[in-house]
Every structure is written in C-alpha cells, then in structure tokens.
C-alpha cells in the first residue's frame, strides 16, 4: 500500500538554526499539506500546496516558515531561524483531490519529532 | 467551521461493541462528516466519512441522523490495538477551503483486556 514518508523521524537543533523537513508524499496525490503538533496538544494545520503554490495557510505559518516541492517527489517544510516553541512533530499528508467537494481522505506521514533546544 | 463535540475519553474492554458520538449543531449543508484515529506517536490515519443515513467499511460504521446535528463512529469488537484517540471533523466543504482539516482534542479511546 503506497504510504507517506518523512525523513528526518528525529531533527534536534539549536534555537536559531534552520532545519528542513523533508517529505515524500503518495506519487500520484496532487495536494500537499503540512501540520504539527506539539506534545499533548491538538494537530494543527499550517498549510496546503497544490500547483506548485500555497493555497491556505493558517495564523502559525509565519514569514519563518516556506514549503517547496523542488523535484516531483520530494515536499519540504523550511523553517528559516527556529524558536523553542516550534518544538513538535511534524506532519506531513497527501490527498488525490481537494477538500472542495468535501473529499477529506489524506493520508499522513509518520512525522518527524522537531526538538529546538 | 462546524464545531464539534465529542466526549474526552472512553473506557472499554476487548470484543465490546464501541460507539462514540460527536455533536455538530452547526453543520452546513455541504459538510461531510470525517473521523479519523491517532495512534501515539504516528499521525492521524482516516477511518469513515459520510453525508448522511449509514455509512459503513472494514474498520467503522457511521451512523448520521437525519438531521445531521450529530454522528456516531461505531467500532464493532474492538481489540487492545484500538486504544487510540479518535477525532470527528466537520471541516469546511466548498468556499476557500482546499481541504485544510481542524483537529479538535478528540476522543481517548482506551480498550482495557
């Protein structure tokens, strides 16, 4: 069964640094998305990706914060100088169609663990 | 964006029959209901959708009212791998939305040997 990778499972880094978080979501899904969730607390959404470009971004998805899909399988999440806050696993999820017509299947990643110290 | 309500947590024991209800007063006329579950440490994985009456697979049932103010997620026999939290979702169908899912705190399912 195709599923959605994350690479690192694991990034520890100093405050100020950047990190990227890489993903490779289900080869034929169009739409991309990122969430996080910091410990014992809600997922939350960041953004979606489609034709090359964001479609929807929430409050948290900040100037630090940019995605790129730079081959046709890779989807990145960059985040330029990292604070203690953004301490969380991150998720990455894929959808063959949009939420538009009330589709809601994606399919997420394993995460990777981000620990900014 | 349909708010939703479910209970916090949840106790059963293996082979029972669980049924978990979420209420959303406001749901539009577009909206599909959604759940999904989370193991610890793993990401959310979809288990049922629906719009209305019963919907059913290998995993769930969803059973939605006629009015659509609320829905039930029932899991039939559940085993110790079931223990996870469970999240109903009614996110925004049509308008801007591109399929950005809101997560509330969900249901902690615990199945007990």
């Known amino acids: 069964e195709p599923e959605v990778t994350q690479t690192p499972s694991h990034q520890v880094t100093q405050m100020g640094q950047e990190v990227i978080l890489r993903c490779v979501p289900i080869s034929n899904h169009l739409y991309f998305y990122w969430y996080r969730q910091i410990l014992g607390q809600k997922v939350e959404f960041l953004v979606s990706?489609?034709?090359?470009?964001?479609?929807?971004k929430s409050e948290i998805f900040d100037d630090q914060f940019s995605v790129e899909r730079p081959d046709g399988s890779n989807f990145t999440l960059k985040i330029r100088s990292t604070k203690l806050e953004d301490s969380a696993m991150y998720f990455c999820?894929?959808?063959?169609?949009?939420?538009?017509?009330?589709?809601?299947?994606?399919?997420f990643g394993p995460g990777t663990r981000l620990t900014v110290l | 964006l349909a708010k939703t309500t479910q209970p916090i947590s949840m106790d059963s024991y293996e082979g029972q029959e669980v049924n978990i209800t979420c209420s959303h007063n406001?749901?539009?006329?577009?909206?599909?209901i959604t759940w999904y579950q989370q193991f610890p440490s793993q990401g959310p994985r979809f288990i049922i959708q629906?719009?209305?009456t019963k919907v059913t697979n290998e995993v769930a049932s969803l059973f939605i009212p006629a009015d659509r103010k609320s829905s039930t997620l029932s899991l039939p026999r559940v085993s110790l791998s079931d223990t996870a939290v469970y999240y109903c979702?009614?996110?925004?169908?049509?308008?801007?939305?591109?399929?950005?899912?809101?997560f509330g705190q969900g249901t902690i399912l615990t199945v007990h040997p």
């Open positions: 406001n749901i539009a006329t577009n909206d599909y």
């Open positions: 979702l009614v996110p925004n169908a049509g308008g801007t939305s591109y399929g950005k899912l809101t």
């Open positions: 629906g719009y209305k």
């Open positions: 999820a894929s959808s063959e169609r949009s939420g538009l017509a009330g589709y809601n299947e994606q399919f």
């Open positions: 990706f489609y034709n090359n470009e964001i479609s929807e």
